[in-house]
């Protein structure tokens, strides 16, 4: 066997291409193989932001997610699709790796903060050469659009996930001073009850689709339903004091 390919996993930032880093940009003109995570049927934010940055010669490797929200993820039944849908993805590319092609995923935001291209890392570390390219998060590119400091001094930052029991979640955010909490979507009621019973709703601001054309940014309190986007977060900055 020839030499294998690097597998590079590119974070892509949290939607606007112009955040998109430089090295990231320069390594996705030159691959012959590109992969990126999709929703069936849909594009994929990581996709859409790297329009105009591939090498037009690439293979594009599209990743069909089996589930995004139709299921919990605590159902069984989404983990083991989901470990079939990662496993049956790394064999393909690492087929193309194998053949010495460099192969690069595409990841929104950071490739290890919440990001798909995980999986795949852990499957195929072991046996291949990968580089990992850091992408600005989400949760960055959000409270930059909103204008938020989130945290100063000694404020600590705590990130929370809106699946988390309601309990576990009040739990969390009274001991928090500064919060992100991520995986918003169809759990907003539970996480505006639980920020309201630790005095932090007036201080919470949601953001969907931050940085993207069709963002959107109020306060959580002034937010009159509880629908929310899958790329939608809530910030809520530390109450810090003045200097």
Same mark, same amino acid.
């Given at each position: 066997?020839?030499?294998?390919?690097?597998?590079?996993?590119?974070?892509?930032?949290?939607?606007?291409?112009?955040?998109?880093?430089?090295?990231?940009?320069?390594?996705?003109?030159?691959?012959?193989?590109?992969?990126?995570?999709?929703?069936?049927?849909?594009?994929?934010?990581?996709?859409?932001?790297?329009?105009?940055?591939?090498?037009?010669?690439?293979?594009?490797?599209?990743?069909?997610?089996?589930?995004?929200?139709?299921?919990?993820?605590?159902?069984?039944?989404?983990?083991?699709?989901?470990?079939?849908?990662?496993?049956?993805?790394?064999?393909?590319?690492?087929?193309?790796?194998?053949?010495?092609?460099?192969?690069?995923?595409?990841?929104?935001?950071?490739?290890?903060?919440?990001?798909?291209?995980?999986?795949?890392?852990?499957?195929?570390?072991?046996?291949?050469?990968?580089?990992?390219?850091?992408?600005?998060?989400?949760?960055?590119?959000?409270?930059?659009? $909103? @204008?938020?400091?989130?945290?100063?001094?000694?404020?600590?930052?705590? &990130?929370?996930? /809106? *699946? #988390? +029991?309601? !309990?576990?979640?009040?739990?969390?955010?009274?001991?928090?001073?500064?919060?992100?909490?991520?995986?918003?979507?169809?759990?907003?009621?539970?996480?505006?009850? $639980? @920020?309201?019973?630790?005095?932090?709703?007036?201080?919470?601001?949601? &953001?969907?689709? /931050? *940085? #993207? +054309?069709? !963002?959107?940014?109020?306060?959580?309190?002034?937010?009159?339903?509880?629908?929310?986007?899958?790329?939608?977060?809530?910030?809520?900055?530390?109450?810090?004091?003045? @200097?």
């Amino acid at each position: 066997m020839g030499m294998r390919g690097t597998l590079y996993g590119v974070g892509v930032g949290p939607g606007d291409p112009e955040l998109m880093s430089l090295k990231a940009a320069r390594i996705l003109k030159s691959v012959p193989v590109v992969a990126f995570f999709a929703k069936k049927g849909a594009t994929g934010n990581a996709r859409r932001a790297v329009d105009g940055h591939l090498n037009p010669e690439a293979e594009l490797v599209r990743l069909d997610y089996p589930f995004t929200t139709e299921l919990p993820e605590s159902d069984p039944h989404y983990r083991a699709a989901l470990a079939e849908f990662y496993d049956a993805a790394a064999a393909s590319l690492g087929a193309r790796l194998d053949r010495g092609q460099d192969v690069a995923v595409l990841c929104a935001g950071d490739p290890f903060f919440y990001g798909s291209y995980a999986h795949l890392h852990e499957r195929l570390a072991p046996t291949h050469v990968c580089e990992v390219i850091p992408g600005i998060t989400a949760m960055s590119g959000c409270w930059t659009r $909103a @204008l938020t400091p989130m945290t100063c001094g000694d404020e600590m930052l705590t &990130v929370l996930s /809106g *699946t #988390m +029991p309601a !309990e576990m979640l009040a739990h969390r955010l009274a001991g928090s001073d500064a919060v992100v909490i991520m995986k918003v979507g169809r759990n907003l009621a539970k996480i505006r009850q $639980a @920020l309201a019973h630790a005095g932090m709703l007036e201080r919470a601001i949601y &953001v969907e689709r /931050g *940085t #993207m +054309p069709e !963002e959107r940014i109020l306060r959580l309190a002034d937010k009159p339903d509880d629908e929310a986007a899958y790329f939608g977060i809530v910030l809520v900055p530390g109450a810090r004091k003045p @200097l």
